[in-house]
Structure formats: C-alpha cells, structure tokens
DNA sequence: AGGCTACCATACGGCAGCGTATTGACAACG
DNA sequence: CGTTGTCAATACGCTGCCGTATGGTAGCCT
C-alpha cells in the first residue's frame, strides 16, 4: 500500500473491494477505510458524494472486470478448444476463489436490492453465454448445453459456498471429478 | 404476528431468522427487532444477553432445522427410492428458496467467521452424505456419487445465486434437465 | 391478601459512523 | 510570484444502535 501523499478515486475503490471481500458489505464504511488508507473522510468526500455512490463504484468496477477479464484470461490460454477453456477455468478456481469472496457479497447484496440484482445478471447472461457457447462447440445439444452450463457455473459458487469435507478424497479430486463428468459425451 | 402481551425467547429467535432473511446479517439489530415485536429491548435483554446471543440461537435452530427436517421430509415422500428422494428435494425446492436466502447470509457470514464456518462443515457434511447414499445407491461408483452428490448441492445454491436469464427457456426447465442429466448412469 | 417471579418500559451513557463546513497545504501554471 | 485547482485535516452535529440500570405490572402460588 503506496504511503503517497494523495489518495486517487480508484484508490478508494480498491481500498473498498477489498473490504468488501474480507468484511462483507458491513465493512465497507467511510472512517475504517480512512483509516486504512491512512488518510481522513475529507479525502473520501471530495472523490465521492457518499458512501452508496463508492458502492455503485465499486459495483460498476465488478462489472467490467467481472465479465471481462476472466473470460479473457481463459479465452487466451485455450486456443479456441472448448475443453480446454472449461478445464482452464477450473485451473483458474484458485487464483479466483478470492474474487469470489467479494462476489458472494455482492450476490447476498442483490437478494434484497432490485438495481444490484440487475447488474448481476447482465453479469450472469455474459457468463452463462460463454459457457453455453462452450458446451455448444462440444457437439451438445441446446437444453443439455444450457443445464451443463448451470451445473458448471453453480459449481463454481458451490466450491467456495460449501464447506463439506468429503471424507478421505479433496476437494480437488471432486471438482475434478465433476469436470470429467460435466465433459463427457451427451 | 401476534400481539399477545408477552414475547418468549422462540419469538425471537423466529423474528431474527426474518430478518436474516429479509435484510442480511446487518439486519440482525436489537432495537429495530423489538420494534418488529411490538415490545421494546427490556424484553429482549430478558431473554438474551447479548445481540451475540441471539445470533447464537439463531444459528442453532438453523443447524438443527437444516439437517433434520428437510431430509425428513424429502425422505417421507420417497419410500426409499434414490430417484425420487432427489425429485422429491427439487420438487420442494421453491418452499426452501425462502430458507436458501437465510442460509445465504449465514454463508457469506461463514466466509469470515471461524465458528460459523464450523457449523456450515457440519450441516454440509450431512446433507452431503445424505445425496451421496442416494447416488450410490442408484449404483454409482464412490467417486462418481461424491462428483455427482457435489454438483447437486452446488446447483441447489446456484440456483438462488445465479440470476442469468437462459433465453427462451425457464429457470425450471434448465433445473429438470440438470437434474435429469445428473441423474444417468455411469 | 401479599408476595414472588417473569416479563416489559423507560431512561440513560456511550460509541461508531455519516455527512458538512471550513480551513489548510501544495503543485502547476501563467 | 501570486493565483487557481486539487486533495486533505479538523471539527462539528446528528442518528442509530448497544448494553445497563432501575422501576413497574400482571399472574400465579400459598
């Protein structure tokens, strides 16, 4: 964390999504974040009308990045195979599961707030239509492509969501297993 | 709600879960709950504590509701057959949609929270071994069952989390083809 | 009837956080 | 070298909530 004199827009905006990741929505408030910033509210207010505006910023943040760049990153490593672009994902579940943090706060957010649910599923719809489109290129057909898309996209939250422990196997081996499956032949 | 003159503990315990339901681990205040009750916190002091306390208990009947009755219930209706108990569970899923909300908070709750995270373990690990028998006993080998247990429990929580639109088709559609799919051989 | 118990109201002190207003510091620029 | 624009400190009032303390009331028990 820069120890410079002056604290940019974006800078609250970071400061704030990683609050929201490790605190939960509660934890995005002006003064603690001053003070982790090392500065005091009367930076926040000149960058920032209120609180709820360097949430929008940060949800506005979350919906670039999040459709984005991860798809991206995928894409990139693929090659235009549609397996390996699952399997890369998958092979992205770590350096992502701390972005989920921040995800899932969002999306307890959007179960009681109309406008952040709206940002979620054009969020969603990018998502489900790049796997769809994934699933599609393996030969599947429509309805099938769709339910493996919901399988695989819930899995993702579900991987962090659920804290089972499966018995003597990992975690690891399970979503492994789960992506075999996900993968195989309609 | 009623207006007897006397509040016991249960109520608030009911009244709590509401508002975890309704409005998020920050909606879990005292005062505003006592306002809901129609009382005022001399009652809830009475009872408890601490707001700790109250979380506590919450997160108690939660525990004990979220492994016993459901799978009770499922069960009831399945006479054994591993088929139908998982229909069964889908069937009943819009009734737990309204508990998946509260379970929600607790898990983006559970996200930072050592102790919570203890209970989710246990509450998942039951729910877990009670898909994975169902899976095993439609003849699945041990690994497949734990791939195939998993994906149904992450889409259960996907299901209230994604908000993607699927184009043309319903949600309720994607969900019976997933399950449909979920459901075939090895 | 008197009193005990269980439950609730009222009133209080305290704190954390929001937003505002005012002033200050410093850099860039003309 | 002064002016302007950008960012920050300080100080303030206000609200919502926690927890405590204390006193009140209604029903049961004897």
């Avoid at 339910?147 to 939250?157: D, I, N």
């Amino acid at each position: 964390m820069a120890t410079s004199p002056r604290r940019s827009r974006d800078d609250w905006i970071r400061a704030a999504t990683v609050a929201l990741r490790d605190g939960g929505v509660d934890a995005l408030r002006v003064e603690p974040l001053a003070v982790a910033l090392g500065v005091t509210k009367g930076s926040f207010y000149w960058h920032f009308a209120s609180r709820d505006a360097l949430l929008e910023a940060v949800l506005d943040t979350w919906e670039e990045v999040g459709t984005g760049a991860i798809i991206v990153a995928v894409d990139a490593e693929a090659e235009d195979d549609p397996e390996r672009s699952l399997r890369a994902l998958w092979r992205r579940t770590h350096e992502l599961s701390s972005e989920m943090r921040a995800e899932l706060a969002i999306r307890d957010l959007a179960q009681r707030d109309e406008a952040v649910r709206d940002r979620v599923r054009r969020v969603d719809d990018r998502r489900m239509a790049y796997l769809r489109r994934q699933y599609r290129r393996l030969g599947l057909p429509a309805g099938l492509a769709e339910a493996r898309a919901m399988l695989t996209y819930s899995l993702l939250f579900g991987n962090v969501l659920v804290e089972a422990t499966h018995g003597r196997t990992s975690r690891a081996r399970v979503l492994q297993r789960a992506i075999d499956d996900l993968l195989r032949p309609a």
